[in-house]
């Protein structure tokens, strides 16, 4: 990550200028859903600016909405959060400040900064007005402080019904900016909360709680997205007028948006609902969750991070950048291994029945530190059909009749017929090897292949992106937007020398692509993968 971005400007002046001794920052996420790629970003942008400046960065759980909130996202979360790889100082959580942020709405009250109003929420909308139309006061914004005060006592104790009444910041109807026109500061929720219980029927809303939270854990730099840059007008507001010692500051950077993709819980919510992705950790999706399962890297997610960089610029990241991170950390750091995801048989008619060689190969092309594994070479194999269809005649010499190719890290064949069955699909291709040592294939064509004999089932789920426009949130409708073709599922077979490959593990499928293997279905034996990314190789794409 650039470290001269404009945030590391401020805290090196608000540093030389002695206005904080200690830096500290903090990741503040709602419990209503799992983490995304955005969510690490701003995890990644508190943390390291804290780590940096030898400050603490706190974990605070927004949990002011009890009607959202749930303890398997807060579990989820920091779940998440140990993967990645942060060691957070300190985890809060908003309701642990419920009591000192209703005083504080208490002494806006008697400052005659706040009133209890009974308009509706269709008539708070109305009244308020729009960008174009100035707002008008609610009848009820010049209640007496003294009737303010019971009644928001008696919202507390619980007198009143949901919607009936709300606490309402007293500040201007007429300002340009509409969240200050009289924002809700309270409202009403007979709804069990997750810490609390029902030791509350009334809740802050996020704008009033966030700033009071931040400055009672003595934040000093408080970073979030740009969309909550008109909030910073409400922000700085209330701690102005509220007896409070600390001062916090708000920074905005631009939200992260990846093309293909969305980030928002809600909408992934809806897509769950419809049952367009079955979970949250659906691998078609950019919660940490769903890249895990794909097969992501923490260190990967962390680089992406890193080099999309904190500006003020609003832009789509390129999903190119992504895949490029996760392709880096797998290239260097994991073995090699042959799949075959589109199996035909090929018969070496010159190789007895009964003969095997073992073929002791490298697990790595470079770092030998891996280790070597067994292969084994004998009269059947399986290759994959896409070497012998030809797809694109301007950039492929597949191979046909008397051709002679190569099979990786043994010897050469040639294709001698083909038997089809009565619709004309290939059954198996018969062949002769040219069994024969150090032999010349500099200018052959080499292809991969598995032993029958030493093959093992396998499962291939092969992943697109989910959706079919650059900026599915712009579009009218985002289910219409669906790519039908996200996910395709293959059988085929892995060589034998994953029988004991464990859950997480992670392979280049040589001329395939990168997978992890996802779960060993107990019932077929199929090992099942998940396609993390191809190869830069447009050909092997044609599997997808």
């Not at 395709?488 to 034998?496: A, L, P, Q, R, T």
Request: charged letters at 30%.
């Amino acid at each position: 990550m650039n470290t001269n971005n404009f945030i590391r400007k401020v805290i090196k002046k608000d540093l030389n200028k002695k206005k904080y001794f200690k830096i500290k920052t903090r990741f503040a996420p709602e419990p209503n859903g799992y983490l995304h790629l955005g969510h690490a970003k701003s995890l990644y942008i508190n943390y390291n600016i804290a780590k940096d400046f030898n400050g603490k960065c706190n974990i605070r759980f927004d949990d002011s909405n009890p009607s959202k909130i749930k303890k398997k996202y807060i579990k989820s979360i920091k779940k998440d959060i140990k993967w990645l790889g942060f060691k957070i100082d300190n985890v809060c959580y908003t309701s642990n400040y419920f009591l000192k942020i209703y005083n504080y709405a208490v002494e806006l009250i008697k400052k005659k900064l706040a009133y209890v109003d009974e308009l509706n929420s269709k008539e708070i909308k109305k009244y308020r007005g729009t960008l174009k139309t100035i707002g008008k006061n609610s009848p009820y914004r010049n209640r007496s402080v003294n009737d303010n005060l019971k009644l928001f006592k008696e919202m507390k104790e619980g007198k009143f019904k949901e919607g009936k009444m709300c606490l309402r910041a007293k500040i201007n109807m007429l300002s340009p900016i509409m969240i200050m026109r009289d924002p809700i500061l309270y409202r009403i929720k007979y709804k069990e909360h997750i810490k609390t219980g029902n030791e509350w029927c009334i809740y802050p809303m996020y704008d009033f709680s966030h700033c009071i939270s931040d400055a009672l854990e003595k934040i000093t730099h408080s970073i979030c997205t740009l969309e909550f840059m008109d909030n910073k007008n409400l922000y700085n507001w209330i701690l102005k007028n509220i007896t409070i010692k600390n001062k916090p500051k708000q920074y905005e950077f631009s939200r992260l948006n990846v093309e293909y993709n969305i980030m928002s819980k809600r909408y992934i919510n809806k897509l769950i609902n419809k049952k367009i992705i079955k979970k949250w950790d659906d691998p078609r999706i950019l919660t940490i969750t769903g890249l895990k399962k794909r097969g992501y890297t923490p260190f990967s997610i962390m680089d992406f991070c890193s080099r999309t960089g904190v500006t003020k610029q609003n832009n789509i990241i390129e999903m190119s950048l992504l895949e490029n991170c996760i392709k880096n950390d797998l290239n260097k750091n994991f073995p090699r291994a042959m799949a075959i995801i589109n199996p035909i048989k090929i018969i070496l008619e010159n190789i007895p029945d009964g003969y095997e060689e073992r073929l002791i190969i490298n697990n790595h092309p470079i770092n030998k530190n891996m280790g070597k594994r067994k292969i084994y070479f004998n009269r059947e194999i399986y290759i994959d059909k896409y070497d012998f269809i030809n797809i694109n005649k301007n950039k492929y010499n597949h191979p046909i009749i008397g051709n002679e190719i190569r099979l990786k890290n043994a010897y050469n064949i040639i294709i001698k017929y083909i038997i089809k069955n009565k619709d004309g699909v290939i059954k198996k291709i018969i062949c002769t090897c040219k069994h024969e040592k150090n032999q010349n294939y500099k200018y052959i064509k080499i292809i991969h292949w598995i032993s029958v004999l030493h093959s093992i089932p396998a499962k291939f789920y092969l992943y697109k992106r989910l959706f079919n426009k650059i900026n599915p949130l712009k579009e009218k409708k985002l289910i219409n937007n669906i790519n039908k073709k996200s996910l395709i599922i293959k059988n085929g077979f892995v060589e034998e020398s994953l029988k004991t490959a464990k859950i997480g593990n992670k392979y280049q499928f040589e001329r395939e692509g990168y997978y992890c293997l996802d779960k060993i279905d107990n019932k077929s034996n199929n090992l099942i993968f998940n396609l993390i990314t191809n190869l830069n190789n447009k050909y092997r794409n044609k599997n997808i």
